[in-house]
Structure formats: structure tokens, C-alpha cells
């Protein structure tokens, strides 16, 4: 089974500020046959279900703001958020959806300095 | 509009059974892999099981395997977790989610209490 982990745990930037969160996972996720990262980022806010913010590692999500983007390729991945906002205030969580079982990351939580 | 719904939450003593449906509307549900998902109190998310969208393939997280099982019926647009011999390890909200690479549809959640 793939494992995935993240880092850090928690997070705190000041608002206007980049925050990076990174994604590793135990074996690659880069599926040859179509050059895709099969790698998910999800934002997640108190009482509410997870959020799809960025699919095959880099593809936002329609409706998600630009400031949020994702990179990465093989095993290793980042969140990057490019200007804190208030509404960004949540716990973010990568997922792997290669093989299963689609193993995610024990979660980031992000707070505002 | 897409929608998830889950229903069939509550509490149940260890050992015990629960059944968790998940209504699907505002999409063609039959074309979809559909995933169920769960979240302890406080944790992180966790895979669980997983079906084919004609139901023919199904998949298990090894914490379960042996105990749930996952169906679905395409022509009631309804996706299920049956899940016995239930332990208190297994407490969480469980979410189900399409699956059409990631996770692009979730549902609000169930809660599952298994305490005595």
C-alpha cells in the first residue's frame, strides 16, 4: 500500500502571506501511460466534508481562487497557497488516488498568525 | 443540483450492525466509482471501501475487510455500507464521494456511534 504523509501538521502564516504545505507519498503516482500525478489536495472547514481544491497534482478545481496552486511530480508534492486569506482557515489534506487503498495524509491545519 | 446525501447513523454497541445509504441526484449516478470514506472525532481521513460503477469490483480498507461490505443499487441511484462486528475504533463520520479520478462530489456525512 502507498503511504502518504504530509508536513507539517499545523501551520501559521500571516495573512497576506505564502503558505506551502508538502505531500509525499511512499511510491510514485506518476501513471506513465498518460503522464499524470494521480494526487489530490482537499480543504476541509469545522462541521463541513472535505472540499476538491487541486486534481492530478496541479489541475484547479472550477470555482477554486488562483492563489491556490499545486506542483509537484512522482512522489513529492506542495500546496501553495500565494496570499493568505481569512477564508483559508482550514485543514488541508493530500490524498493519493493511484492504487488502492487511496491513502491520504494525516492532514495540515492552517491558522492565521 | 449534484448532490450526496448520506442517512443511517447512529449508535450502535460494539459488536453490533448499522446500515449507510448514500443518495445520489443531479447526475447520471450508474457511470460513477463510488467511494465511502470515514473521519474520527478529531482525526484525519480515512479510505474505506470502494465500488465499480456497475458494482461488479469492490475494494476494502484491510481495518474492515471481513466486516463491511459495499453495494449499490443504479436503478435506485443508492450506494450502501453495510458494516458488522463493529468495534469502537470504528466511530467516525463516514462520507461517501464520487469518484471520477479524485474525490470531486462529497456528501455532508453520517455519523456512527459504537459505544455500550
Known amino acids: 500500500d502507498i503511504v502518504v504523509t504530509q508536513s507539517p501538521d499545523s501551520l501559521a502564516v500571516s495573512l497576506g502571506e505564502r503558505a506551502t504545505i508538502t505531500c509525499k507519498s511512499s511510491?510514485?503516482?506518476?501513471?506513465?501511460?498518460?503522464?499524470?500525478?494521480?494526487l489530490a489536495w482537499y480543504q476541509q472547514k469545522p462541521g463541513q466534508p472535505p472540499k476538491l481544491l487541486i486534481s492530478w497534482a496541479s489541475t484547479r478545481e472550477s470555482g477554486v481562487p488562483d492563489r491556490f496552486s499545486g506542483s509537484g511530480s512522482g512522489t513529492d508534492f506542495t500546496l501553495t497557497i500565494s496570499s493568505l486569506q481569512a477564508e483559508d482557515v482550514a485543514v488541508y489534506h493530500c490524498q493519493q488516488y493511484y492504487s488502492t487503498p487511496y491513502a491520504f495524509g494525516q492532514g495540515t491545519k492552517l491558522e492565521i498568525k | 443540483e449534484v448532490q450526496l446525501v448520506e442517512s443511517g447513523g447512529g449508535l450502535v454497541q460494539p459488536g453490533g450492525s448499522l446500515r449507510l445509504s448514500c443518495t445520489a441526484s443531479g447526475f447520471t449516478f450508474s457511470t460513477y466509482p463510488m467511494h465511502w470514506v470515514r473521519q474520527a472525532p478529531g482525526k484525519g481521513l480515512e479510505y474505506v471501501s470502494a465500488?465499480?460503477?456497475?458494482?461488479?469490483?469492490?475494494y476494502y480498507a484491510n481495518s474492515v475487510r471481513g466486516r463491511f461490505t459495499i453495494s449499490r443499487d443504479n436503478s435506485k441511484n443508492t450506494l450502501f455500507l453495510q458494516m458488522g462486528s463493529l468495534r469502537t475504533e470504528d466511530m467516525a463520520v463516514y462520507y461517501c464521494?464520487?469518484?471520477?479520478?479524485?474525490?470531486?462530489?462529497w456528501g455532508q456525512g453520517t455519523m456512527v456511534t459504537v459505544s455500550s
Open positions: 464521494a464520487r469518484q471520477p479520478g479524485a474525490y470531486d462530489i
Open positions: 511510491q510514485s503516482v506518476l501513471y506513465r501511460s498518460d503522464n499524470k500525478n494521480y
Open positions: 465500488i465499480s460503477s456497475n458494482g461488479a469490483d469492490t
